[in-house]
């Protein structure tokens, strides 16, 4: 995984929390998906900055997880989300 990345949300995707966990919403599609607890807090990451390098080490910080686990569970989940178009990664210029 590439951190020199940036991370957009879909605009046609809404979320809401319940329980500690994230339901999202695709509006185009009109399919359901839903986050755990890691996943929420990933998600919430990426609502409050686009920096992917960012959202690592403010996840880093936060679990008690080696560097390449990370880098690993974050790939797929980003790759994931944004194959099914909820997300957008784009290189950093």
Known sequence: MNLNQTITLSPDVISQEVSGETVLLDLESENYFGLDE????????????????????TLLA?????????????DAL???IAGLGL???EQRA
């Open 38 to 57: 890691v996943g929420t807090r990933i998600w919430q990451l990426i609502k409050e900055t686009n920096d992917l390098e960012t959202i690592f080490n």
């Open 87 to 89: 997300v957008k990664l």
């Open 62 to 74: 936060e679990y008690d997880v080696s560097e390449e686990r990370l880098l690993g569970d974050l």
């Open 78 to 80: 980003l790759g994931e």
